[in-house]
Every structure is written in structure tokens, then in C-alpha cells.
């Protein structure tokens, strides 16, 4: 008997620390929903090398009773000129399932007004992967998965 305790203690510890480390991998990529609306704006850019051209995306935030809120969201081919001359680590881009999304956090306009600047920030600067979500690119049950990198603006 004394041994069915142990090893339910033991199951039960388990359990915890596995839950732990899914919540701390959960923090490390973050799912931005872009909507286009009077505080949003959605522009292409084209980078280019020797080989060919890529299609990048610039989401940019600009909330008016918010100065201090205002960034933008870079989905470029490469994230440094390094990378696109040696042609070696594509920014991601996936196309998943909506079910895939059903546990996930996902971070709204509105989530983004109510922590307000500095949270916001620094929960971008925490996280190690970003991806946005274009709800104008949703098209039956598939999402475009876009990782993106932060881009902060100063008021001078």
C-alpha cells in the first residue's frame, strides 16, 4: 500500500513540473492577430538580392490616445542583410490548421491597449518567436502563420 502512495506522489510531481515547462514554452512564442482598422495598416515592401525578390510585410500599430503605444510588425524573407546574401535562415512561414490555435493565446489590438506600452514591449522583447496572424489571409480552416520582429518608434 505504502508503495501505491509513493507512486502517486511521484505521478502527481511529474505532472506538475511537465505543466510548468509547457506554460514557460508557451511564453516564448506569442500570436499576434492583425486586423486592419483605423489604428492598424498593413504595407508591402520588396527586398531583393542577386537571386531574387521576396515580398515582406510591414503591420504597423498606431493607437491615437496612446502615443507611446505606437510599433510596427516586420515580416521580412530574412530578418539580416547577412542572412539574405547567404541565403540561410528564411523567416517562417506556415500554414496551419484553425484547431492548432484553440489552446493558444492570442493577442489582440485591444489586449495590446490594455497592458499599455511598457508591458507591451516587454512582452515582445521576451519572447523568442513571434507570429502574426492576417485575419484577412483566413480562408477556410487554414491560417497563415507569418513570424514577424518588433519594431519600436520613439517620439523625438
Known sequence: ??????????????????DKAIKKNDTNTLFVLFE???????????????????KGFLYSYSFSDDISLNFSLDHSA???FDDMFNNT???????INKKFLK?????TS?????????ATFKMFYESKTIFLIDKSEIK????????????FT???
Open 36 to 54: 486592419e482598422s483605423k489604428e492598424t495598416i498593413k504595407r508591402t515592401h520588396i527586398t531583393s538580392n542577386k537571386e531574387k525578390k521576396d
Open 1 to 18: 500500500m505504502r508503495n501505491i502512495h509513493y507512486l502517486i506522489i511521484l505521478i502527481f510531481i511529474s505532472c506538475k513540473t511537465t
Open 110 to 118: 485591444d489586449y495590446i491597449k490594455k497592458l499599455g506600452d511598457k
Open 89 to 95: 535562415n528564411r523567416s517562417k512561414v506556415l500554414k
Open 103 to 107: 489552446n493558444n493565446f492570442i493577442i
Open 78 to 80: 530574412y530578418f539580416s
Open 154 to 156: 520613439t517620439e523625438e
Open 140 to 151: 477556410n480552416n487554414t491560417i497563415i502563420l507569418r513570424e514577424v520582429k518588433p519594431i
